[in-house]
């Protein structure tokens, strides 16, 4: 089955690559976030781990980049999103470990779209069981449209599930301004 039922073992394993990914980024400036809907606890999800690496100008990307380079990665470009660069595994280094567990590596721009995105999703999915479980009804449908075929279920989510997590991001993005609003008020 393309969808998992979800496992604690997804946080071990993003626990597992971050710090394979951090001792290779030792004096490198950048945060590390945990997102997608493996990031999600009760989420039954596709086993795959995707990770964030932040950072905040072009400099600390490019020394993001040459390190990530050094311990078995290849940078793939931004594969039409902007400020969300793409990393995969060459298969090459000593650092083997991170060839066995499935994951998805970007760099982000702090501030940046791609990374809001991830962030919002992630957030309200953890936080909203009725929206969570919803977008689960939704994937298993596509699963099972797509005859559990990787590719195909990527191009019927692509256009089937990202007006509601677009609708998501409208309304997480409505309410953090509402809120900052309220704050600003109070303060006054």
Not at 71 to 77: F, Q
Not at 89 to 104: A, K, P, V
Request: include cysteine; hydrophobic fraction near 30%; charged fraction near 30%.
């Amino acid at each position: 089955m393309l969808i998992k039922k979800y496992t604690s073992n997804w946080i071990t394993n993003f626990t597992d690559l971050k710090r394979e990914i951090e001792s290779g980024l030792i004096g490198v400036k950048y945060q590390i976030e945990h997102v997608g809907s493996t990031s999600v606890p009760k989420l039954d999800s596709k086993p795959i781990i995707d990770i964030d690496l932040i950072y905040n100008n072009e400099y600390e990307f490019k020394k993001i980049k040459s390190e990530l380079i050094k311990i078995g990665y290849y940078h793939n470009g931004n594969q039409g999103i902007e400020n969300r660069e793409v990393f995969k595994r060459n298969g090459e280094s000593s650092y083997g470990f991170l060839d066995n567990i499935t994951h998805h590596l970007y760099a982000c721009l702090k501030n940046s779209e791609p990374l809001e995105r991830h962030i919002l999703m992630r957030n309200f999915l953890r936080n909203n069981d009725s929206a969570r479980l919803k977008y689960q009804e939704m994937k298993y449908e596509l699963a099972e449209k797509a005859n559990q075929n990787k590719k195909l279920y990527a191009e019927l989510k692509e256009l089937n599930i990202n007006q509601f997590i677009d609708e998501i991001i409208e309304m997480e993005r409505t309410n953090a301004q509402h809120s900052i609003t309220k704050l600003c008020r109070r303060a006054v």
